[in-house]
T-cell receptor, first 115, second 111 residues
Framework: KNEVEQSPQNLTAQEGEFITINCSYS?????LHWLQQHPGGGIVSLFM???GKKKHGRLIATINIQEKHSSLHITASHPRDSAVYIC?????????????????FGQGTILTVHP | DSGVTQTPKHLITATGQRVTLRCSPR?????VYWYQQSLDQGLQFLIQ???????AKGNILERFSAQQFPDLHSELNLSSLELGDSALYFC??????????FGQGTRLTVV
């Protein structure tokens, strides 16, 4: 079993729909990241969460530390939201320094939004 | 623009060859992480450097090595290349607050 599981793997929506992508993890973490990857490959960080909820424009991310679960919501989806969304967890900081641990990634959710 | 610079963007090389991928982290970021993204394995952690020192190793093959220089740029060296090494290689750096910033990646094709 992977340490980070995302669902669904593929998601197709019509423009304007509300979208939810889920992420569950099984390890101790210092933070959870939601990333976006467009065709062409570049990865952009959308959110970093260690508790609660964050909102940026039409995007909302939540995390429940006790249940080891996070969700990414997109309200009023648009074709430009079509991309791969990746959940990644950051392991706890390495002792003896101020660096942050590595990221462990989910397999990604391919989102396609049709006009 | 994340502030993380990776070169080259694309690389095509033959099996058995050696290549060097280069990464400059965001100004002020001391940590550099290397990740490999392949179609069958997804994104996987290779190695981390912090202020010139190796901090953690992941699924990095013995044919691969990396280093971080005093000016904090990092190089990932891949040798005796095989077809299966074809992948996107990402470099990332972390801010003081732990946010992740990714380079645009180097697409390596081994033929």
């Amino acid at each position: 079993k992977n340490e980070v599981e995302q669902s669904p793997q593929n998601l197709t929506a019509q423009e304007g729909e509300f979208i939810t992508i889920n992420c569950s993890y099984s390890v101790g973490i210092s933070a959870l990241h939601w990333l976006q990857q467009h065709p062409g490959g570049g990865i952009v960080s959308l959110f970093m969460l260690s508790s609660g909820k964050k909102k940026h424009g039409r995007l909302i991310a939540t995390i429940n530390i006790q249940e080891k679960h996070s969700s990414l919501h997109i309200t009023a989806s648009h074709p430009r939201d079509s991309a791969v969304y990746i959940c990644a967890v950051r392991s706890r900081a390495i002792a003896g320094g101020t660096s942050y641990g590595k990221l462990t990634f989910g397999q990604g959710t391919i989102l396609t939004v049709h006009p | 623009d994340s502030g993380v610079t990776q070169t080259p963007k694309h690389l095509i090389t033959a099996t058995g060859q050696r290549v060097t991928l280069r990464c400059s982290p965001r100004s002020g970021d001391l940590s550099v992480y290397w990740y490999q993204q392949s179609l069958d394995q997804g994104l996987q952690f290779l190695i981390q450097y912090y202020n010139g020192e190796e901090r953690a190793k992941g699924n990095i093959l013995e044919r691969f090595s990396a280093q971080q220089f005093p000016d904090l740029h990092s190089e990932l060296n891949l040798s005796s290349l095989e077809l299966g090494d074809s992948a996107l290689y990402f470099c990332a750096s972390s801010s003081v607050g732990g946010e992740a910033f990714f380079g645009q990646g180097t697409r390596l094709t081994v033929v």
